[in-house]
Every structure is written in structure tokens, then in C-alpha cells.
């Protein structure tokens, strides 16, 4: 993998990370929706930069990242390039180690950010401490918008099937405490950030919903995962053995909103 430079960790500001891998199509809006957000970020004194690892794609991703380095020069533009295909675990961990800042937005190529609304979140994980805080995602579907989705407040059902998607803001230095991205194969490589969060809830760490929108989520059936009703036999054997957890029936995490306080 093309090597990019380490440095310094500053407490304050949010870094952007994103992982792709054959989505040349879809860079240009997710690339755009982080260059807002982070124009926004700056506006409120807050710093910020984007990350973005390609996994040896082969679409043409690779010299349209390349050409975006070399040419986009508003924000801070970080590109890294995988020799062999490494899966998304592994490269947002290498991501995690190249952050600059405390506070990791991950983003999908195929997704978009609601760019005004990230200092709200980042307002949110600094008030409360919380590992992650996550918020309403606007499901798209064939050019329509059909719902929404992390749009609930944590419970022990999350034990037994994903309901929060990965797009969300994570302090970093927790993230690193938990491990990061489980990369080994007892996991499938589309249940890396489920199992994260719910090493998060064994750890008892906080984990918040924010009522508000975090960004738009794209059903595309060309998508890994569309349609695909993935077996979790490896991630509910480490976290929800004989369904000692999802059966609970609590809610785990708590809801805050930055102008409001507490509101569960």
C-alpha cells in the first residue's frame, strides 16, 4: 500500500475516513458531500481533512483519486493506494492509524454526509464522551427516497440483527481501546462494523443517537451486500451466545441532542 505519513494527534477537529473499492461512479458525490461537511466544520473553527484508502481497485478509481489529490486543494486531501485487496476492515483500520484528529466520520464511497449537520454530531461526541454518536440516515432507492435507517436509540435487539449503520462519528481513542476493526475471517467482511458496535456495548461504552440526519444511504442492487441476508452465526457466537443479550429487552444507548440535553 502507498505509504502516506503518520502524525501528531490533535484532540481537536474530525477526520473523514473513507474506504473504497470499485466506486469510481460514486466518488465524485461522496467526495463533494465530505468537502462540504468539512467547509462547514471549518466555518465553525473547527479543523478537519479527508482520508481516503483505495483497496487495488480496478474501475478507474484509482486515477480519479489521484487526479482529485493533485487538483483539490480546499481541504485537506490524503490518498492511499493498496497494492492487493486488504477488504474494509483492514484498510479503515490503517485509516484509524493515519487519523490526525480524535474524532473519525466514516464514510462510504457510494454514501453522502449532510455536510451542515457534522458539527452538530461533533458538538454531541464531545459533550457527552460517548464512543460513537450516530443519526438519522435518509434511505434512496432507485432515485426516491423509501425511508430511514439508524434512526433508533441502541437496545439489545441490535444483539441480534444490525439496525446502525457504520456512517457515523467515532472517538477514536476508544475505537483503538476496543481494537478497531475485527479483520479476521470469523467474521463476514460485511459484518465488520456490526461486531464493532456490539464490542462497544459488551464494553459498556456509551453509544448515542442524535435525532438528526447524518447523511443519505444508497440501495444499489449492484451493492455487496444487496438483497444478501448474511449469516451472523460468528458475530452472535461472540456477543449474543443463546441470545443471553438481544433477549434483554432494554435499550443500551441514550439519545442527546447538542441544544436540547438529554432526551433518554
Partial sequence: MTQLMTHPWNANGVTIGMANWNHRLFLPRSVASARRALHSLAACGVPGELIIVDDASRDGSVEWLAQAQATLTDITLRVGFGQSQQGPAAVRNRILHLARYRYVCWLDADNELQGNNLFLFYRAIRETGAAVV??????????????????????????????????????????????????????????????????LASDDRLIVFVPAVFGTYYVRPQSLSYGLKASNTGVRRMHDHQRHRSLEGRTLGRVYHPDIGWLL
Fill in 134 to 199: 450516530y443519526g438519522n440516515l435518509i434511505v434512496r432507492e432507485a432515485g426516491r427516497i423509501t425511508g430511514l435507517y439508524s434512526n433508533v436509540a441502541y437496545r439489545s435487539s441490535i444483539f441480534q440483527n444490525n439496525e446502525v449503520d457504520l456512517c457515523s462519528l467515532w472517538d477514536a481513542a476508544q475505537l483503538r481501546q476496543c481494537g478497531g476493526f475485527q479483520v479476521e475471517p470469523v467474521i463476514n467482511s460485511i459484518e465488520e462494523d456490526w461486531e464493532l458496535f456490539l464490542r
